[in-house]
């Protein structure tokens, strides 16, 4: 279940914001996208429950582009992000609305999208709530790396489903999943010797550190940073 630190630091969010554009749709989704088209190796960006317009995501797509990918940052929640000003609505209920696998099986056309557009390697980031749904990406064969920055609804179950190499990035104060669990997803991987993987629990952050920090912040902003570096050297080495 999503904890209270899911919907903490809500960012401000920025229709307009980033180095890419958005297009109506890709696969049918409406997206951000950054970088080369011509690119054989992209990434799949999946939102936390604040959605794509978050601007800390958008410099982590825009950046992951710079590296020389084709970056997708699909619009999953269809307009409606997670609004903590909104009573009426929890996030309970909200999570009702957004079932992770119904965003899962809308990821399938935008890879199918990508493929057709001549891209031969794809790999999947999701943060919190998206990281349920590169799980579920993971599970499936739909992708050829994963990575999961303080993932949200991912049990161990799920990991010992995963077909393609990924990297959880863990924080080390996380109610959602805490450190225990993310070693616990780390023993389980260490167990098949065909999947490659590669786990970090990150000191001194909490839930949601990679992409809702407070940008004056000296430490936050570089621990978001290590956690980019370490998410792009992870598509570096499985991808190209």
Request: glycine fraction near 8%.
């Amino acid at each position: 279940m999503a904890s209270p630190q899911c919907c903490a630091n809500p960012p401000t969010l920025s229709p307009a914001g980033g180095e890419g554009k958005v297009v109506d749709s890709f696969g049918g989704i409406k997206a951000y996208v950054a970088g080369a088209q011509e690119s054989k190796a992209a990434v799949v960006l999946i939102s936390d429950i604040f959605g794509f317009e978050a601007p800390n995501l958008r410099k982590v797509a825009d950046k992951v582009a710079s590296s020389g990918y084709f970056v997708v940052v699909p619009d999953f929640l269809h307009g409606d992000p997670y609004k903590p000003e909104d009573t009426d609505r929890p996030i309970q209920v909200w999570i009702k609305d957004h079932a992770p696998h119904k965003a899962f099986e809308e990821a399938k056309p935008v890879i199918a999208a990508l493929k057709e557009q001549g891209v031969s390697s794809v790999g999947a980031a999701g943060y919190c709530w998206g990281a349920k749904v590169v799980a579920e990406l993971a599970k499936a064969n739909e992708i050829q790396a994963a990575v999961m920055s303080h993932p949200s609804f991912v049990t161990v179950d799920d990991i010992k489903e995963v077909k393609c190499p990924i990297a959880v990035l863990g924080a080390e104060t996380d109610r959602t999943s805490p450190p225990e669990l993310v070693r616990q997803f780390e023993q389980v991987l260490s167990t098949n010797s065909e999947i490659g993987y590669f786990v970090k629990i990150f000191p001194g952050v909490s839930h949601g550190w990679t992409v809702r920090y407070d940008s004056d912040d000296a430490a936050a902003v570089k621990s978001a940073e290590e956690a980019l570096t370490d998410m792009t050297d992870w598509f570096n080495k499985n991808l190209k």
